[in-house]
């Protein structure tokens, strides 16, 4: 699934334990899913391949070099998706938070990929078939909006686009205090934490991510509503690189901002333009804040940023 080789090093708390429950405890993965590595040697020990009932030691070096595959490809659940905008090449979908976008470790079923199979089965060729139509993702307590491919040319294009960088992804944040720069780029490294497998950090050996911010608004010394821009497209980059410059997004438990009115991080992907794969002009949407985060916004005393808008050129009727 993944080429990303992860390095951990065995805690003392964990000397003596058998490296397949050891693997399951930091990483969240069930001991059938590590059993399953082992098994065609995707988990190192010390640099070996090792028996599943070995005994770690404190110290040790535990490489990981793929991640559990999904059970099977996914087929159509009666999942509700909201679709904004639709024709025979592309989809554009707006994703509430608390929905996983496709299934995985933990999340078989109930996922935005089996609403969408539901509704438009033909997705089933396109694309990665763990993924079909996927073009790129939101975590699941993120907001906003997406693009999916409704052909194999139209998935090819999009993806070339997005390396490209000619797919702009907006989002607004609301963070932990003001950032000193009014606007600045963050560019730093991210890779899978070496602490806790199921977060990333800023990492000298991870890979290259940019994200672009701008502060749109504040209240007083407290916090600031942010526009951010994603020039790469790193798991949690938003989250990571905004709690790395000392400003976590509010609601974020898992990057050092945990508590508030919200169960989830203040984070909605809420602008999405990118070229149309066959008719090659620029399709440009918004999607207005949810309720809840402009609940937040209001206690604030901060107006709301965006409005839901269909495209702004060769627009698309949804469908």
Known sequence: MTAEREELTVPD??????????????????????????????????????AK?????????????????????????????????????????????????????????????QGLLDRYPELAGVGDPRRPGIVHRLDRDTSGLLVVARTPAAYDRLVADLAGHDVER???????????????????????????????????????ARTTYEVLARDGDDAALLECRLETGRTHQIRVHLAAIGHPVLGDAAYGAAGGPLGRPFLHAYRLAFTHPRAGD????????????????????IAPVG?????RAGGVEAG
């Open 53 to 113: 009932s070995a005994r770690l030691r404190a110290g040790g070096a535990l490489a990981l070099l793929d991640e559990p595959e999904p059970a099977g490809q996914p087929t159509g659940e009666p999942v509700p998706v909201d679709v904004r905008a639709a024709d025979d090449d592309v989809l554009v979908v707006h994703k509430p938070a608390g929905l996983v976008v496709h299934p995985g470790a933990g999340h078989e079923h109930g996922t935005l990929v």
């Open 282 to 301: 620029r399709r440009e949407y918004e999607a207005a804040l949810p309720e809840d985060l402009r609940v937040v916004l209001a206690a604030r005393g």
């Open 307 to 311: 409005e839901d808008r269909p495209a």
């Open 170 to 208: 907006c989002y607004l944040a609301l963070v932990r205090g003001v950032p000193a720069a009014a606007r600045a780029t963050v560019d730093a490294p991210i890779g899978r934490s070496t602490r806790q497998r199921t977060r990333m950090a800023v990492r000298a050996v991870g890979k290259p």
């Open 13 to 50: 708390a964990l000397a003596g334990e058998r490296v397949d429950r050891a693997v399951a405890l930091l990483t969240g993965w069930s001991r059938s899913e590590v059993q399953a590595l082992l098994a065609r040697g995707a988990v190192l020990v010390d640099g070996a391949v090792p």
